[in-house]
């Protein structure tokens, strides 16, 4: 489940990065924290959201690698650490990817017919 969900968060950001023209403005700009402390709150949300995702996803491929070994696949106590760790980063992860959705509009309503009404100003 996880693979797809970063592939299409990951072509998310890449429309926000491309609708703001960030990589463009970081090539030509002189200060690159100014052109950073510009970016539209979503983004950074969305990087934010993508960094803590894939966080838990290679911590998730961690714990798999290490278990398959084991008898019963029993949890070592590094397993037990790492989704100790993983467990409040994605918690707050859902809580950013729900900002995004709910706050910001990301991802809703982007393509097919309901894009039409978006686009003209008439969303329900």
């Not at 998730?60 to 070994?69: I, Q």
Request: proline residues 3%; contains cysteine; hydrophobic residues 45%.
């Amino acid at each position: 489940m996880a693979i797809p969900a970063v592939f299409t968060g990951a072509g998310e950001l890449i429309a926000l990065i491309k609708r703001q023209d960030i990589l463009n403005k970081l090539q030509k700009s002189e200060d690159k924290a100014d052109v950073a402390k510009r970016m539209h709150r979503k983004v950074k949300i969305g990087l934010a959201h993508g960094v803590l995702n894939d966080v838990g996803v290679f911590a998730a491929g961690f714990n798999w690698w290490t278990r398959r070994s084991t008898a019963e696949n029993i949890p070592t106590d590094v397993n037990i650490i790492v989704s100790s760790i993983c467990l409040p980063l994605l918690m707050l992860s859902a809580s950013l990817g729900g900002m995004l959705v709910y706050d910001h509009g990301v991802g809703v309503r982007r393509q097919g017919t309901t894009r039409r009404p978006k686009e003209e100003g008439k969303a329900e």
